[in-house]
């Protein structure tokens, strides 16, 4: 039985486009808890236990992968990358980020792979290939 991530966490406005997501995460069979935020304000709040996400205790969430969309209102993508880099580490964790995007502007690649947070670009859709691409890559222990 292979070893599953403890969270994977969606940033994504769109909610047609989370379900899918959510669905193909599933029958990947690399996590058991999924969570959806709409926008990189509401996954800062996640990531802190702040706001509607707040709890008691100290523990934060540190999901293992984040799935990050770039045009989002409220935060976007670029925006929560500025937040997300100023947070403690003991709130982030070891958290791998990938910018998932219908952007083909080339600029917005070149961008995401000069942030040290960012750990990947995929294009949309998300598929059962891009998943089993990001295991192999940044979790090949949990294979």
């Not at 769109?14 to 995460?25: A, E, R, S, V, Y």
């Not at 998932?100 to 947070?117: C, E, F, H, V």
């Given at each position: 039985m292979k070893k599953k991530l403890n969270c994977v966490l969606l940033i994504d406005d769109?909610?047609?486009?989370?379900?899918?997501?959510?669905?193909?995460?599933k029958k990947a069979g690399i996590t058991d808890h999924i969570q959806t935020v709409l926008n990189g304000k509401e996954a800062i709040d996640f990531i802190t236990n702040k706001g509607k996400f707040?709890?008691?205790?100290?523990?934060?969430?540190?999901?293992?992968?984040?799935?990050?969309?770039?045009n989002m209102p409220v935060m976007d993508g670029w925006e929560f990358l500025e937040v997300y880099h100023q947070l403690e580490e003991h709130q982030k964790g070891k958290i791998i980020i990938v910018m998932?995007?219908?952007?083909?502007?080339?600029?917005?690649?070149?961008?995401?792979?000069?942030?040290?947070?960012v750990s990947d670009f995929k294009n949309k859709p998300l598929s059962l290939e891009t998943i089993s691409n990001i295991m192999e890559t940044h979790f090949p222990d949990f294979l």
């Open positions: 769109d909610k047609g486009t989370n379900f899918i997501n959510q669905m193909i995460i707040e709890k008691d205790d100290d523990v934060y969430p540190q999901p293992m992968l984040t799935l990050l969309d770039i998932l995007t219908t952007s083909l502007n080339p600029d917005d690649k070149k961008r995401a792979q000069g942030i040290d947070d």
